[in-house]
């Protein structure tokens, strides 16, 4: 099929599913037209056009960097590591965990309840030193490193509390898969 049916095809599915996803994909469609091999969202961009921490797979801007591939975390400061790599867990098969370049704190809750996850009791579940960065209610938060999560990022009680303490309404989250991340940044 000629690349222009393609467009024409795309754009009437576009519009058809104008409500959903259709815009997504329409974007997407044309840049595979236009035949880029991969487009990269502009918050990607600006992060991959920045120099990384030393040691970690997320660019200077980052306030904490996350990679779900070492399940490892770090709290940075002006493009230095302040703590870690620290152990965690990420979101589990069907609840991973949103990976993005430049996610905010938005909220921080020290004795935050879940009204998502409950305890066998049907108590809501404790997600002691909450700091939410990503819609959903996904947080940092005490937990064990050892079970996954519904898409929070656990971590051990000393370094949940490091995170609310050292974390600020409006600093940057980047949570990556450090090989897709370093792949990214050599075609770039």
Request: net charge negative.
């Amino acid at each position: 099929m000629p690349a222009s049916e393609m467009w024409v095809n795309v754009v009437r599915f576009g519009v058809r599913a104008r409500l959903g996803v259709g815009l997504g994909i329409v974007l997407a469609a044309s840049a595979v037209v236009a035949g880029q091999a991969s487009a990269e969202s502009p918050a990607a961009q600006a992060t991959h056009a920045e120099p990384l921490v030393p040691g970690t797979p997320c660019s200077v801007s980052a306030r904490s960097c996350v990679d779900l591939e070492s399940q490892q975390a770090w709290l940075l400061r002006d493009g230095t590591i302040v703590r870690g790599p620290v152990r965690i867990s990420s979101g589990g098969e069907g609840e991973e965990t949103p990976v993005g370049h430049s996610l905010r704190v938005y909220r921080k809750d020290k004795d935050h309840l879940s009204e998502e996850s409950r305890l066998p009791n049907g108590d809501p579940a404790p997600m002691p030193w909450s700091v939410f960065f990503a819609d959903g209610g996904i947080a940092f938060h005490g937990g064990s490193p050892d079970r996954d999560s519904a898409g929070c990022i656990h971590l051990e009680p000393a370094d949940a509390e490091a995170w609310f303490n050292d974390l600020q309404i409006g600093d940057q989250v980047q949570v990556v898969k450090a090989s897709e991340e370093l792949a990214a940044r050599r075609a770039s």
